[in-house]
């Protein structure tokens, strides 16, 4: 405990040892770094005599990219271990165990959940998860849910979304998913193949950049459930039969439909993706893309499937007795989330982070028609979101582009 | 300083006393207590010998309300000073200065505003202001604007929303004003004369409840603008050349058409009471009833210049490089506007607190004749506040009403 100073991986060790209960008094530590050192300390640390594991993670204070460091606040960590034992409590099981976390020094010792895969990884192999839309739209439905003010007393409701402003994370995605991409910014990253789209059509688009803007505002000012924040399929573990999802350093006060968005954009970029591989069969392809597309239909038809029961269960009297409400909000998520999900597919092909489905693409040429793809898709979402009149018709849209 | 107590009147005094450069040291101090009691101490206190004053007010940490007392929170006094002092210095001269304020003892000493009269009773007289447009307008637009994320960085907006969180306080109008009305509530207070209505009619307008809790829901979630949260006739000190707005504490970041809504339904309220009242021939209260609809759309008009003016002046680049997006928010604004206008309208007829304007017309059959009419007006802004297409429409909308 005490004054916040990073820890190098023998004193990570050292701590982890003298955290109570955690290991045994003649536990043996092995510990191997796991992250990329960029935005966090991840230590993989291992009992080898008892075979227990913990994933020890430390917040740094700066962010380092391409030669330069970005202030990035370590209270992060705060956040992100309080996100995890709240979405616990109301979807046990689908998120890492927190077994400890110091605020001072924005550590946490996480549940080792390294049997698992990284999905996004699995997705670039066509590994397919069946079980997958029935979970994650479960881990949706009632993360949303119960920390909205359709459940909770709006007393409690308010001290959570204090607890959870997180200033400098959600600047993040307000500049780098929901700005950058729709003018020449200098944080953008684009395939010169696409650069003269780019600047002759798309940074043109002022319907577009308007209707983004909306939806920005929304992301800055609309407080209705208590989001993940960066809910990419990098972000989830799974195997044939489980799946957790993790690294809620994000996550905030904002509306339902963002963690949606992200979900579905994540399985958009990776349909996309196959328009520019050349290590499939066209066979494998369109077996692959169909099974892309019902996961998406899945995801979003157990969502509703799921808030709307919690709804009947759970929601206060004050909103459950009002008729047509439900429905009123569940489009209103909709709409969002089909909003959020073009601008989360925009932004990987635009902006400053890109997705290893794509970006594994090497020849450019290859690689544009790919990118091409997603940016037709997630513009065609934004802009007709309102007409969208539910999750088929974003099949429909989606199959019309390929 | 120090734990918390409420003081009697003459510990008051002498704590104003002993605040440091607030008074002269053989200053004469007499203090007449000016509150009913039921929420706060307020004192005003003079120097005799050299004609300083201060108005000296405490939080108590009850509400005391028909037999009952409901705890409220005494960092209201906090939230009420810091929110005098942001608007100060975005509206200088139009709200009373905090000489001194005590977080600990939750109270604060404010400019003495005697001279000035309170706006309500000035209406019930049929006084004119023929700057109070120009003025309110410039304070909504200016408050309004200046604390949003079309002007702050967002890391400091998100700073001030986290401040301003005051979930009692805000909870009092989530009850009182955008939910009990709309149904048969304990809290609700009906004139006999117009109970039958409410059974038979009012409470089965499905559609208009629906409405409303769109309206709630967005007062609980949309953080757009840092609100005064009451801002009635009551809360506004004025004369022919002055206007100055105190009692800040309900103030948080809300829909900035919530307070432009206040202040347009405190004028409604006024207009509606000539219905019951008997006391002015027919050519006074046309004329007076004249006066109040220029002062609507007065208001309005000069909310729009200034908030367009500070728009294209001091908005963030982000925002103001969008084409269409400054007219996006003033209509969204707009439509906002124009339903909590409905919503304050109508809870002054229902709900639990009344105004003076209607309350103080003593036969309860004329009383209902007001009252009637300003339901009519308060639920059709609600229902129609998408369809209307300037403030000239809501003009032309209350006056089909008479």
Same mark, same amino acid.
């Given at each position: 405990?005490?004054?916040?100073?990073?820890?190098?991986? +023998?004193?990570?060790?050292?701590?982890? /040892?003298?955290?109570?209960?955690? $290991?045994?008094?003649?536990?043996?530590?092995?510990?191997?770094?796991?992250?990329? !050192?960029?935005?966090?300390?991840?230590?993989?640390?291992?009992?080898?005599?008892?075979?227990?594991?913990?994933?020890?993670?430390?917040?740094?204070?700066? &962010?380092?990219?391409?030669?330069?460091?970005?202030?990035?606040?370590?209270?992060?960590?705060?956040?992100?271990?309080?996100? %995890?034992?709240?979405?616990?409590?109301?979807?046990?099981?689908?998120?890492?165990?927190?077994?400890?976390?110091?605020?001072?020094?924005? %550590? @946490?010792?996480?549940?080792? &959940?390294?049997?698992?895969?990284?999905?996004?990884?699995?997705?670039?192999?066509? /590994?397919?998860?069946?079980?997958?839309?029935? +979970?994650? !739209?479960?881990?949706?439905?009632?993360?949303?849910?119960?920390?909205?003010?359709?459940?909770?007393?709006?007393?409690?409701?308010?001290? %959570?979304?204090?607890?959870?402003?997180?200033?400098?994370?959600?600047?993040?995605?307000?500049?780098? #998913?929901?700005?950058?991409?729709?003018?020449?910014? !200098?944080?953008?990253?684009?395939?010169?193949?696409?650069?003269?789209?780019?600047?002759?059509?798309?940074?043109?688009?002022?319907?577009?950049?308007?209707?983004?803007?909306?939806?920005?505002?929304? $992301?800055?000012?609309?407080?209705?459930?208590?989001?993940?924040?960066? &809910?990419?399929?990098?972000?989830?573990?799974?195997?044939?039969?489980?799946?957790?999802?993790?690294?809620? =350093?994000?996550?905030?006060?904002?509306?339902?439909?963002?963690?949606?968005?992200?979900?579905?954009?994540?399985?958009?970029?990776?349909?996309?993706?196959?328009?520019?591989?050349?290590?499939?069969?066209?066979?494998?392809?369109?077996?692959?893309?169909?099974? &892309?597309?019902?996961? #998406?239909?899945?995801?979003?038809?157990?969502?509703? @499937?799921?808030?709307?029961?919690?709804?009947?269960?759970?929601?206060?009297?004050?909103?459950?007795?009002?008729?047509?409400?439900? =429905?009123?909000?569940? /489009?209103?998520?909709?709409?969002?989330?089909?909003?959020?999900?073009?601008?989360?597919?925009?932004?990987?092909?635009?902006?400053?982070?890109?997705?290893?489905?794509?970006?594994?693409?090497?020849?450019?040429?290859?690689?544009?028609?790919? +990118?091409? %793809?997603?940016?037709?898709?997630?513009?065609?979402?934004?802009?007709? /979101?309102?007409?969208?009149?539910?999750?088929?018709?974003?099949?429909?849209?989606?199959?019309? $582009?390929?």
């Amino acid at each position: 405990m005490g004054e916040y100073r990073a820890l190098t991986e +023998q004193q990570a060790v050292e701590y982890a /040892r003298n955290v109570p209960g955690l $290991f045994e008094k003649d536990a043996e530590l092995v510990s191997r770094e796991i992250g990329d !050192g960029n935005l966090n300390l991840v230590f993989h640390i291992i009992d080898k005599k008892h075979g227990k594991s913990t994933i020890f993670k430390q917040a740094l204070p700066h &962010l380092r990219v391409i030669g330069e460091s970005w202030p990035l606040t370590i209270d992060r960590s705060r956040i992100e271990a309080e996100a %995890l034992k709240l979405q616990d409590s109301i979807c046990p099981g689908m998120v890492p165990k927190v077994y400890f976390n110091d605020v001072d020094m924005s %550590l @946490s010792m996480v549940e080792d &959940l390294s049997y698992l895969k990284i999905m996004r990884f699995e997705l670039m192999k066509m /590994r397919k998860f069946p079980k997958f839309p029935e +979970q994650i !739209g479960k881990f949706l439905a009632r993360t949303l849910f119960y920390t909205s003010d359709y459940h909770l007393d709006p007393i409690v409701k308010k001290e %959570l979304v204090k607890k959870f402003i997180n200033p400098e994370l959600s600047k993040i995605t307000e500049d780098l #998913v929901l700005t950058d991409p729709y003018y020449n910014a !200098g944080t953008n990253d684009i395939n010169p193949e696409i650069m003269g789209f780019m600047r002759d059509v798309w940074w043109k688009k002022d319907a577009l950049r308007l209707e983004v803007t909306k939806l920005k505002e929304a $992301f800055m000012q609309k407080a209705q459930s208590l989001l993940h924040g960066d &809910l990419h399929t990098g972000s989830i573990f799974i195997d044939e039969n489980e799946m957790r999802v993790f690294d809620t =350093e994000f996550s905030f006060y904002g509306p339902a439909g963002f963690d949606i968005g992200a979900v579905i954009a994540n399985l958009i970029l990776n349909y996309a993706s196959w328009a520019g591989r050349d290590d499939a069969t066209a066979e494998q392809t369109a077996d692959y893309r169909a099974y &892309l597309l019902e996961t #998406v239909a899945g995801v979003y038809n157990a969502f509703e @499937s799921y808030f709307s029961e919690a709804w009947d269960s759970d929601a206060r009297p004050e909103f459950k007795d009002v008729k047509g409400y439900k =429905e009123y909000v569940m /489009r209103e998520i909709f709409e969002d989330a089909m909003g959020y999900a073009g601008c989360k597919t925009n932004r990987r092909i635009i902006g400053f982070a890109h997705v290893a489905d794509i970006q594994t693409i090497k020849d450019e040429k290859r690689r544009a028609a790919a +990118q091409m %793809l997603a940016l037709s898709i997630g513009e065609a979402l934004i802009m007709n /979101r309102a007409k969208l009149k539910g999750i088929d018709d974003l099949i429909t849209l989606i199959k019309d $582009f390929t």
